[in-house]
Nanobody, 118 residues
Framework: VQFVESGGGLVQPGGSVRLSCAAS????????MGWYRQAPGKQRELVAT???????NYADSVKGRFTISRDYAVKTVYLQMNMLKLEDTAVYYC?????????????WGQGTQVTVSS
């Protein structure tokens, strides 16, 4: 199993960006998938999840601004990020979440950097 994140960049406050997470290996349609982020000096935090059936959940800090979705045909999970704030600056990662509510260490990708700055 491998996840490759892309789509980050430099964005102004209030702007938007869409991140992509391409999956390979395994059975994508069965996985609970999550988008995480890690800001400098902080622990990695979970910001959004999506089940195999498409049900979503969000951290309070991004609720109403971020939307997670998935395309089964191309085995990709997306994170649409709107109304970006300075505090959204972080490296964003995706991973599956297993039955123990953990994301396997072996599956972390390189992440994609999102920098919100004027």
């Amino acid at each position: 199993v491998q996840f490759v994140e892309s789509g980050g960049g430099l964005v102004q406050p209030g702007g938007s960006v869409r991140l992509s997470c391409a999956a390979s290996g395994g059975i994508f349609s069965l996985w609970l998938m999550g988008w995480y982020r890690q800001a400098p000096g902080k622990q990695r935090e979970l910001v959004a999840t999506i089940t195999g059936g498409g049900s979503t959940n969000y951290a309070d800090s991004v609720k109403g601004r971020f939307t997670i979705s998935r395309d089964y045909a191309v085995k990709t999970v997306y994170l649409q990020m709107n109304m970006l704030k300075l505090e959204d600056t972080a490296v964003y990662y995706c991973n599956l979440i297993d039955n123990n509510n953990r994301s396997p260490d072996a599956y972390w990708g390189q992440g994609t950097q999102v920098t919100v700055s004027s």
